[in-house]
């Protein structure tokens, strides 16, 4: 069951998207899920997965401070698979704008860092949503960000979307200080802080809301689909 053991940032996109994006979303995992059901040894191409390679080269030039050599990767990644022709530009110029051109460690020394992974686990053995890929970096002599990338589209993290995802970042990484954390939206190359969105309280009530009605019409649409002989 993908949706039940995606990534966070796959939750929060749906929880946060308009109706038609979310059915379309849900629809199509079931759909996934069934299939992969008849074919066992599938592979996933879909979801993050379609951004990985771009992130990790991202992670390498950040390092090097090395905004020209990424416009050559980017350009490289696009040309040997065309299905990127169309986003990987837009996500690759947020990436570059956040990381490459304004950050203020573009003058600073930083170095690479153990990348921590974690999982959100809700009160059910079937959920359990993947916190993973983090951008790790220390800023020598000053302090750590931990950066975990929202590659979506659409929606644009909102305020609270952003702080509901750093609420349950911080769950999930328990050992990393919060301060410390970002969630990036990349296409829009815009990170939040807890100082941006402060939480209010409510940020694990609202998360359960949304996955509780996710699930539901996830399993709804399993249901649909087996009475149509699927």
Known sequence: MSLHTARLSKIIKIAYTDEKLARRDIHADVADHIQKGKVTDKSSGG???????LWARFKDCIFEHDAEGFDLIVTALIKANSRRKRLFPLLAAGLKSWGLEKRRWMNEEIKRIKSPTGTVDLNSPDLSFKVNNILALEIVGQSNRYIYPYFSAEPALSDEAARVALWQIHKALPHVKLEEVRILDVLRGRSFSVSDVPFLGD?????EHHVTNIMKRWHERYGQRHSEGD
């Open 47 to 53: 979801g993050g997965d379609f951004h990985s390679e």
């Open 203 to 207: 940020e694990q009530s609202l998360f």
